[in-house]
């Protein structure tokens, strides 16, 4: 049981190149997150998906796209990177309300580092 | 507007003595309430959380943590700090009516254990 993983683990762009950040969960979880973080602001949700094929923009979605074609997966791109996307990128993933008494926090990748020079 | 605060960027601890990280929060209705733990270069790990009954919630590593419902607050403690507790720690809720499928986090709180 691999919980959440992301890929890559670091990434160095240039600005405007484009990339896909990937995030994969094997708990059957039907929510999916992605957050930035950031020195001094916490953690700051980009998108988030509560099931396949649906997605929604979180507190800071401007510059990134989502896509949730397989449950287990949630894809974050960014198609014309910018310096103020560098930040560390975290996807989690929780069960829906109806499954709530299965667990009730999210859980979390263990990041990746991205730069924008 | 839902929001989670923690009041101090930094806590300083000497080791074996308590400690306490603050966590206030402003929510509709009686949210879960969560504790995290995320060490350097690391993903944010699930401490603890808070769903119903007593107030005083046992996690992960000797951490509890105490729920305050008319002070909306669920403060992070440990009786005998260790070096090891050193990390930056996150308080989390997530509303039980609206806006279920959010989390709010606060900003972190680094922890520092001197040995």
């Known amino acids: 049981n691999a919980g959440v993983t992301q890929t890559p683990k670091f990434r160095v762009l240039k600005t405007g190149q484009s990339m896909t950040l990937l995030c994969a969960q094997d708990m059957n979880h039907e929510y999916m997150y992605w957050y930035r973080q950031d020195p001094g602001m916490g953690l700051r949700l980009i998108h988030y998906s509560v099931g396949e094929g649906t997605t929604a923009k979180g507190e800071v979605p401007d510059g990134y796209n989502v896509s949730r074609l397989k449950k287990q997966n949630f894809l974050l791109g960014l198609e014309s990177a910018a310096p103020s996307q560098t930040s560390v990128y975290f996807c989690?993933?929780?069960?829906?309300?109806?499954?709530?008494?299965?667990?009730?926090?999210?859980?979390f990748g263990p990041g990746t580092r991205l730069t924008v020079t | 507007a839902q929001s989670v605060a923690q009041p101090e960027d930094q806590v300083n601890v000497a080791e074996g003595n308590p400690l306490t990280v603050k966590c206030t929060y402003s929510?509709?209705?009686?949210?879960?309430l969560f504790w995290y733990v995320q060490y350097p270069n690391r993903g944010l790990q699930f401490l603890l959380k808070?769903?119903?009954?007593?107030?005083l919630v046992k996690g992960s590593y000797g951490f509890e943590a105490e729920f305050n419902k008319s002070q909306t607050s669920f403060h992070l403690k440990k009786p005998s700090a260790l070096v090891s507790d050193s990390a930056l720690y996150f308080c989390?809720?997530?509303?039980?009516?609206?806006?279920?499928?959010?989390?709010?986090f606060g900003s972190g709180t680094k922890l520092n254990v001197k040995p």
């Open positions: 808070y769903i119903t009954g007593d107030n």
């Open positions: 989390a809720v997530r509303p039980l009516v609206y806006n279920f499928n959010k989390f709010y």
């Open positions: 989690a993933s929780s069960y829906p309300r109806r499954l709530a008494g299965k667990g009730y926090e999210q859980y």
């Open positions: 929510v509709s209705g009686n949210p879960y």
